[in-house]
């Protein structure tokens, strides 16, 4: 059985791989590969490990005799899943062994983002540190503060335990629909989109990609937030208009912003935000730890390993492929 791999990824994935007895072929080139030339590679595979492409129609119709796809991730907006379903094609995800190291990076950027931090750390750099004044570079306080979760599932539970337990904050979320074990742990309150908006200080965003989520905050969504108020999103670039976000900031509707995600990826170097004091900016790098990506290589492996066995994936996203 031949395994083709989108990018190089951690040996403690490749090693369940080969010792499973699988035939590994890596793209080793530091770009994406075309639709055509991802193609062209999976004619030899039985099965697809995949990071950071997109599975589209296109590939998947060309691609209708692989045994599994195995993502990289937990986000699975890449991949035209409904045609994977009907082709049959299991798809799986790595969910869960990330939660720590993305909340990590949330609270990272909510901070770097309440003290302009990185804006602080390019003053050094270009030797501008030198006369004090006690009314410039003001932060803002988080201790006992409202931290606003968008999309209440693991990513967010473990955000809200860091902010309740280093600050103080109190929690409120939206969801689709309430989870109420948060709630009895967490203390946290579920509340309306507006009312989110309307009283978070920090509203940071852990929802998955989808319609309803696409281009969800926007120019009319920053106008309900606090002008006080900073945006966090760890999720999906866009799942915020950018465009509208740079207004948001520039005519200070919103505080700040700390963003592990943009749109377009990679993001400009000419981006406005980029240059913006009270704005933190990190390349997608939210899982990125030496042991949850090796966790996410081993989940990823273990999909590919039952699919090539026949079996149920361990973590199947189109989980109706099985009846």
């Given at each position: 059985m031949n395994v083709f791999i989108t990018r190089v990824i951690p040996q403690a994935g490749l090693e369940l791989l080969n010792a499973a007895g699988?035939?590994?072929?890596?793209?080793?080139?530091?770009?994406?590969?075309?639709?055509?030339?991802?193609?062209?590679?999976?004619?030899?595979?039985?099965?697809?490990?995949?990071?950071?492409?997109?599975?589209?129609?296109?590939?998947?119709?060309?691609?209708?005799?692989?045994?599994?796809?195995?993502?990289?991730?937990?986000?699975?907006?890449?991949?035209?899943?409904?045609?994977?379903t009907r082709l049959k094609i299991p798809v799986?995800?790595?969910?869960?062994?990330?939660?720590?190291?993305?909340?990590?990076?949330?609270?990272?950027?909510?901070?770097?983002?309440?003290?302009?931090?990185?804006?602080?750390?390019?003053?050094?750099?270009?030797?501008?540190?030198?006369?004090?004044?006690?009314t410039a570079n003001l932060g803002?306080?988080?201790?006992?503060?409202?931290?606003g979760i968008f999309g209440l599932g693991k990513i967010g539970i473990e955000m809200a335990k860091r902010c309740a337990g280093a600050f103080g904050m109190k929690i409120i979320y939206h969801n689709r629909k309430r989870h109420e074990?948060?709630?009895?742990?967490?203390?946290?309150?579920?509340?309306?989109?507006?009312?989110?908006?309307?009283?978070?200080d920090v509203i940071s965003v852990h929802t998955a990609l989808t319609p309803e989520t696409e281009g969800k905050f926007n120019a009319e969504v920053f106008k309900q937030m606090k002008s006080s108020a900073i945006f966090v999103n760890t999720a999906r670039g866009k799942i915020h208009n950018e465009e509208d976000l740079i207004s948001a900031l520039k005519n200070k509707v919103i505080w700040g912003a700390g963003l592990d995600v943009t749109n377009p990826e990679p993001m400009l170097a000419g981006n406005p935000l980029l240059s913006m004091p009270n704005v933190?900016?990190?390349p997608h790098i939210g899982s990125a730890t030496e042991s949850t990506r090796d966790a996410m290589a081993k989940l990823a492996a273990e999909n590919i390993i039952a699919g090539l066995k026949g079996e149920k994936l361990p973590f199947a996203v189109n989980t109706e492929i099985y009846g």
């Open positions: 699988f035939t590994v072929k890596q793209w080793t080139e530091k770009r994406k590969l075309t639709t055509e030339e991802l193609i062209a590679e999976c004619k030899w595979a039985d099965a697809l490990l995949s990071a950071g492409q997109q599975l589209g129609t296109e590939f998947l119709e060309a691609s209708a005799h692989l045994k599994v796809i195995a993502l990289n991730s937990v986000g699975y907006d890449n991949v035209d899943i409904d045609t994977a799986g995800n790595t969910p869960g062994v990330l939660s720590g190291a993305t909340a990590d990076t949330a609270f990272l950027l909510m901070m770097a983002a309440a003290r302009n931090a990185f804006y602080m750390h390019k003053t050094i750099i270009n030797s501008e540190w030198d006369f004090f004044e006690p803002k306080e988080l201790t006992g503060g409202t931290l074990e948060a709630e009895q742990e967490l203390g946290a309150a579920y509340v309306t989109f507006e009312e989110l908006l309307q009283q978070s933190a900016v990190l």
